[in-house]
């Protein structure tokens, strides 16, 4: 572990967007940790349960057996437990650290749930309204993004911060998005320059270590709605 003296543990789901969020803020600090894959649906760990006995639900980060939860306060609790490890995340500057934290909370409780309503709708007229719902929000994130980055490659200017690692947990869910359910979020004719910053980020060497490869999440996907409904059909009989 860090500096051998640190013991890090993550329990989570390798599919996670949330668990892929607090792995990239790791990789890119550079630290190391024990990975704990948990079953959610079957098996969950006690650590698990003792580590979030609220909703028992990953991500959970152990550090030196303390336990923190929910992953935009991990990433930030990583940012300060370890600000002398790697490159600081979260700006220095209280006006824009405040700001970084108002478009993460802005990307999860905004374009991540109307993105999932969408990829959920039963109908063609309940995904529509998700889609314009989703459409906008996505605007009012390219605006952020020029307000942030000040017309550099990423939302903390020349180099990969707080809000990176926000957005960059939902990549991969975005690709799923566009194959399974043809909703592609980001466009080149709609949002150029998010479309342009996903590609940068996922060049990076230190997100290309983290972010899972899209057919497995496909198969993943697939194999998780088909659950879902063979739940729902036997409470139905």
Known sequence: MTGGREELKLLGTWASPFVIRVKLAL????????NVEEDLYHNKSELLLTSNPVHKKVPVLVHNGKPVCESQLIVQYIDEAFSTDGPSLLPAEPYERAMARFWAAYIDDKLFVSALQAGRAKTEEEKAEALK???AEEKTLVAAFKECSKGKPFFCGDSVGYLDIVLGGLI???????????IKLFDSTRSPLLEAWVERFGALDAAKAIL???DKLIEYSKAKQARAAA???????
């Open 133 to 135: 719902q989703t459409f």
């Open 231 to 237: 739940v729902a059909a036997a409470a139905r009989n």
């Open 212 to 214: 899972p490869e899209v």
């Open 27 to 34: 990789s890119f600090k550079g630290l190391s940790y024990e």
């Open 172 to 182: 991969p869910l975005a690709y799923v998005g566009e194959a399974r359910f043809g």
